[in-house]
């Protein structure tokens, strides 16, 4: 018999440590100073803390199979064996590190954007001919591991049609690029698509939930959040094999099916047409809107956000709960998404404003406003009306296509303002010269070789760097100390380059955290944790800062070091910025004011940064916005709103530069060619994009680019240094489609993540490729 579902629940909750012990233990396994033994009881100590914790809080349906050493994507990709065979290795950590990393002589897997945020997965090969063979060692250890503590807990996994979708081709499968029979990509017979595999994979998934019943377990979350995004009838058929299938099975736990990032439309009904037991709901970024059909089954009702830091407005939530209830019957409470996306604990940032804590909340917080809401539900009797006064409470509070999100909690807060001062949406962007005159004035002016080698901005931050930046934040060395430091980094960095042989150079910033939080530190109505750490893709963290009131710029923020970098070289130095999407998209934003406002007053900033790095004599300016595919809304409807305003920012933020001055921009893992159209209409002078990893990809999707383009030819996300041959064959895959002119030679994306020993060898090797074709066109 089914037991009934817990009245309160998590989808999931942050692994990589309140310290990033994760991170740090993971990283002393790949250099080699610590072994297996070592990174497993870390592990292992971090799931246990996670699940007294979420018990101490009073959470009732733990999750489990939710940590991993890199990503749950990969995780699921060994559950099912689909391990290409070129990543196998003696040892399981090595071959599961080698499709994360790469190892030597073979790149990883492609990375790319979880949905709209800002995690990273990797993506799955699949083809025709792959093998599964299920592996359920880690599910089952993580449950056993519970149990020994007196823990009863949920197993998580991605959805089988989630990661089909979310998979590509493997090389040469019918229909792929590269293959011999390249269809295109329809799922027909003469071409391949991953959901073809549909059958095969529902098939391991039964036999994993079978290992599971055997176990003891009662309840098995699979995690389908690919149908809140606009789906094709075939992939809601797939929906219907795949969950009939599974429900019917005679010996299996019960099930949940977790949806999140927004509405499941259509693919609700499909959904409650199945035997599944439960179904869980954003009802934060989505609305209830058909959850009638859900009667008969638990509705897990996601009324807290795990997308955010706001503390949850409690009357609004529990009208949603109420409804809910009324209309299905049986509800849960939860996240509306895993808390994987916000930091552990609020009560940890003692140097925040009082007022602006206060109306907080990371994960803890928000698992005990899960609590307390599934308290005051089972004290509300049925049919209790909700409170007239309560918001609508079937309508989602975001809205990413710009629109005027609801109020809540965050608009009380001194950030508010009734109306800004600058008039945001009816800027006229003002248009610079067509892109012929201003790349022969640039020509003219910076006297670039063909085929021009530059990287993406950062380069390592090394170990004594952090530790002067934590010094000084704590008191123990002064200014003049830690810029002597900065200064000293920009030299070597100036000097490195020059040695090597790269044209357009950087200064490296030494001086920068990050590349969202370094100018949230400097613009009014941004603030910054100290302990606020997310996890972005397996070892590599970020503080989103948090934006709750109008942005200004105070003054100049990179001018001053941009300066000193140019004065120590004849060649250009590129000023590094970042985007105004991109700096909103990495933040915790305020939910009173439309999207797309918040973003024009950013732009503002970064357009006042823009002319003050041109009157410092600063000639190529580079506004990243790898952000721009990200925050672009899953369902198509409302796209085009979103991207018209979003590159409206950008070249508002851009468009005052001179003809002379060349403006970049730079997008990474994201899976740009879904926004060709918008990236063109930034009509940024050259545009880099992440190519090495994902093998040149883009290059097909991009075809005649007008203006400059960088696809990257080193991976920054691998360890691997790639030779002179492997960077020169990727260039000249590239000159098939960009003309010899048009093309910039650069990494992948930034270099901060690396060594120097690293970064040294990679970069020798791409002028030396450069060189050598720059010999044969010229």
């Known amino acids: 018999m089914t037991s009934s579902f817990p009245a309160s629940t998590v989808p999931g909750y942050p692994r990589i440590g309140p310290d990033r012990e994760l991170k740090r233990a993971l990283e002393s396994y790949w250099e080699g100073r610590t072994g297996r033994e070592e990174l497993e009881a870390t592990a292992r100590r971090l799931r246990e803390d996670t699940w007294r914790r979420l018990t101490a809080l009073g959470l009732e349906g733990l999750p489990s199979n939710t940590f991993s050493y890199y990503d749950q994507v990969l995780d699921t990709a060994v559950l099912l064996g689909a391990v290409p065979e070129r990543y196998r290795r003696d040892d399981d950590l090595a071959t599961y590190f080698a499709m994360a990393r790469g190892a030597e002589g073979v790149a990883p897997l492609r990375m790319t954007k979880w949905f709209d945020t800002n995690y990273h997965y990797i993506v799955p090969e699949i083809g025709p001919d792959t093998v599964f063979s299920l592996d359920a060692a880690k599910p089952l250890a993580e449950v056993r591991e519970a149990r020994a503590l007196g823990l009863e807990t949920r197993p998580v996994l991605v959805g089988p049609v989630t990661f089909l979708l979310l998979a590509q081709a493997a090389p040469n499968s019918p229909g792929t690029p590269g293959s011999s029979d390249s269809a295109g990509s ?81 693919a609700l009904p499909v959904l409650a047409g199945t035997p599944v037991e439960a179904v869980a709901l954003d009802l934060v970024r989505g609305t209830a809107h058909g959850v009638d059909a859900l009667a008969g089954k638990t509705v897990v009702a996601g009324v807290v956000s795990g997308r955010d830091v706001w503390r949850t407005d409690r009357e609004r939530a529990l009208a949603t709960l109420l409804a809910v209830r009324e209309r299905a019957g049986r509800v849960a409470v939860s996240t509306s998404c895993s808390l994987l996306h916000v930091p552990y604990d609020v009560e940890r940032e003692t140097g925040l404003d009082p007022v602006l804590r206060r109306r907080l909340a990371f994960a803890e917080q928000k698992v005990a406003e899960v609590v307390e809401l599934a308290h005051l539900l089972a004290a509300t009797p049925d049919g209790q009306p909700p409170r007239n006064d309560a918001p609508d409470r079937l309508q989602p509070r975001h809205d990413a296509s710009g629109g005027h999100p609801a109020q809540s909690c965050a608009a009380s807060g001194p950030g508010h303002s009734a109306a800004y001062d600058r008039s945001h949406t009816s800027r006229a962007v003002e248009g610079r010269a067509p892109y012929a005159v201003r790349a022969a004035a640039q020509a003219e002016h910076l006297k670039l070789p063909l085929l021009p080698v530059t990287t993406i901005g950062s380069f390592p931050q090394t170990g004594e760097l952090r530790r002067a930046r934590a010094a000084l934040a704590t008191g123990e060395i002064g200014e003049a100390a830690y810029e002597s430091m900065v200064r000293a980094e920009i030299e070597r960095v100036i000097a490195l ?17 990050d590349m969202v939080q370094y100018f949230a530190e400097h613009l009014d109505g941004f603030a910054v944790t100290r302990h606020g750490w997310v996890q972005s893709y397996g070892s590599r963290c970020t503080r989103p800062p948090i934006l709750h009131g ?78 721009l595919r990200e925050l672009m809304p899953l369902r198509r409807a409302e796209q085009a709103a979103y991207l018209e305003w979003a590159v409206a920012a950008y070249r508002w933020a851009t468009s005052g530069a001179s003809e002379r001055t060349q403006i970049h921009t730079h997008l990474c893992y994201s899976d740009a060619d879904q926004i060709l159209a918008a990236i063109d209409a930034l009509d940024a002078d050259v545009t880099s994009i992440e190519s090495a990893r994902s093998r040149g990809r883009l290059l097909g999707a991009v075809g005649a680019f007008p203006r400059g383009l960088g696809p990257g030819v080193y991976d920054i996300h691998s360890p691997r240094v790639p030779g002179v041959d492997e960077v020169e064959h990727l260039l000249t895959g590239a000159l098939r489609t960009v003309p010899a002119e048009r093309l910039w030679v650069n990494p992948d994306c930034g270099l901060k993540t690396r060594s120097y020993e690293q970064v040294e060898a990679a970069l020798a090797n791409v002028v030396e490729a450069a060189l050598r074709l720059r010999g044969r066109y010229a």
């Open 186 to 266: 329809s799922g027909s017979p003469e071409g391949f698509v991953p959901l073809d595999r549909l059958d095969d994979v529902v098939e391991v998934y039964a036999r994993l939930l079978a290992e599971l019943a055997a176990e003891g377990v009662g309840w098995v979350q699979l995690d389908e959040p690919a149908l809140v995004a606009d789906r094709t009838p075939a992939e809601l058929a797939a929906v219907e094999t795949a969950y009939g299938r599974l429900g019917r099975l005679e010996n299996r736990p019960a099930l949940l099916v977790a949806s999140f990032f927004g509405d499941l439309g259509e």
């Open 550 to 627: 109008d942005v200004r710029r105070p003054e100049p923020i990179t001018v001053r070091w941009a300066r000193y970098a140019q004065s120590l070289t004849s060649k250009p130095i590129k000023g590094m910025l970042t985007g105004p999407v991109t700096i909103v998209a990495w933040s915790f934003v305020r939910d009173d004011l439309p999207l797309r406002e918040v973003v024009l007053q950013v732009a503002d900033a970064v357009r006042e940064e823009v002319g003050d790095l041109e009157e410092a004599g600063i000639r190529v300016i580079q506004v990243d916005e790898p952000a």
């Open 497 to 513: 380059q020059e040695r090597l042989g790269l044209d357009v150079l950087v200064h490296g910033e030494p001086e920068r955290n």
